[in-house]
């Protein structure tokens, strides 16, 4: 087992060209002997975090609501994942903790109790948060074969990339982060 690298991002290189992986950047959450788990952080949903707390019915008043819509339907909801798309989880950044929070590498949380949502929709959650729905999942050396086999490039996540590039620009800035650009890259597996 390859190990450190749970709070890293996964960046897919050119060989992922087709299916769900194409272009994204992971933030890989647990990676352990029983296998990985990681969210992908660049593909939009068409959805806003605002009809996500409306739908769950979270405003207690309608002033909560009018706030909440002005300051959050701008912002998108991410599709994590191909397994179990329903299911939420909220990045944010260290300075609180909910009722099911774990820790992601050194900077970041990982909160998927339903309290968060709620001091969201009141304006008392994290100042800075991703909403994603669904994850990526690995067997047991599955991500190891995949990252032998140049399918990934690893990076470490910073607070500026993670919450403030847009997602059509994450996987150039992931990639510029460790010294690469498109072009530098190819889809073949290396042969001397």
């Given at each position: 087992m390859i190990d450190d690298i749970a709070g890293k991002l996964l960046i897919a290189t050119p060989s992922l060209r087709e299916g769900f992986?194409?272009?994204?950047?992971?933030?890989?959450?647990?990676?352990?002997?029983?296998?990985?788990?990681?969210?992908?952080?660049n593909k939009p949903q068409p959805i806003n975090v605002f009809e996500v707390l409306d739908d769950m019915a979270l405003f207690e008043t309608e002033r909560q609501k009018g706030i909440a819509q002005m300051k959050f339907e701008d912002q998108i909801v991410y599709e994590a994942g191909p397994v179990?798309?329903?299911?939420?989880?909220?990045?944010?950044?260290?300075?609180?903790t909910y009722d099911s929070t774990m820790r992601v590498g050194a900077d970041f949380n990982l909160t998927t109790s339903k309290d968060v949502l709620e001091l969201i929709a009141a304006g008392k959650g994290p100042k800075q948060f991703l909403l994603?729905?669904?994850?990526?999942?690995?067997?047991?050396?599955?991500?190891?074969?995949?990252?032998?086999?140049?399918?990934?490039?690893?990076a470490n996540p910073t607070k500026d990339m993670l919450f403030g590039t847009s997602p059509e620009l994450m996987w150039a800035a992931a990639a510029r982060s460790i010294g690469f650009e498109r072009s530098q890259l190819s889809s073949q597996i290396g042969h001397a």
């Open positions: 992986f194409h272009d994204s950047v992971v933030l890989l959450c647990q990676h352990d002997d029983e296998g990985s788990m990681g969210l992908v952080l179990d798309e329903y299911r939420g989880f909220v990045l944010h950044e260290l300075d609180k994603l729905l669904g994850y990526a999942g690995w067997e047991a050396g599955q991500l190891e074969d995949e990252l032998m086999g140049n399918d990934w490039l690893l």
